[in-house]
């Protein structure tokens, strides 16, 4: 089973309602990091993945329909935690020449779709992301895709376990994937 086809299972999960209390918390979480992004606090953007962490971009291809989903099983990347707080430190470097100075950006999070795990407690999201970057006021870029999560309690927060970004670009035109989804 691919990465992509495992994903499938979140949406045969029971859904949490827009009125409920838990997809205000997940929605407010979800903004919350966002603006942690924006204002370039990164390292209060990282406090918020379990140690356990599986952060992945799969490189997604243009096929006919009936030959998939369009996604490989290789990544732009596939971080863990140790690897995402080696690019959080490097991003608080002068080394990080990529993005000296750094870039701005906005993410945008909408369509949130939350289901509930009744035997893992986990919640798995599932949100349309665009992100905007700004480098040198002569670089603009933009990211578009969607986002799947899992999500773990964590006293009245929520700390994410696995991330799945799936862009909708075949081709990444940036210099650099130095932004964060």
Known sequence: MTAVEDLREDETLPALLPNSDTYGRVAEFLHHEAELLDS??????LALFSEDVVYRMPVR?????????GF?????FADDHQTLLTRVR???TEFAWAETPPSRTRHFVSNLRLTHDPESGELAT????????????MDYQMFTGVRHDRLVPDGDGFRIRRRMILVDQTVITATNLSVLF
């Open 90 to 92: 490097r991003l608080e």
């Open 61 to 69: 291809t243009t096929q006919f329909l009936v030959d998939g989903e």
């Open 72 to 76: 490989h099983e290789f990544d732009f």
């Open 126 to 137: 599932r949100v349309n992301f665009l992100i905007t970057r700004t480098r040198q006021d």
């Open 40 to 45: 370039y606090r990164l390292v209060d953007w």
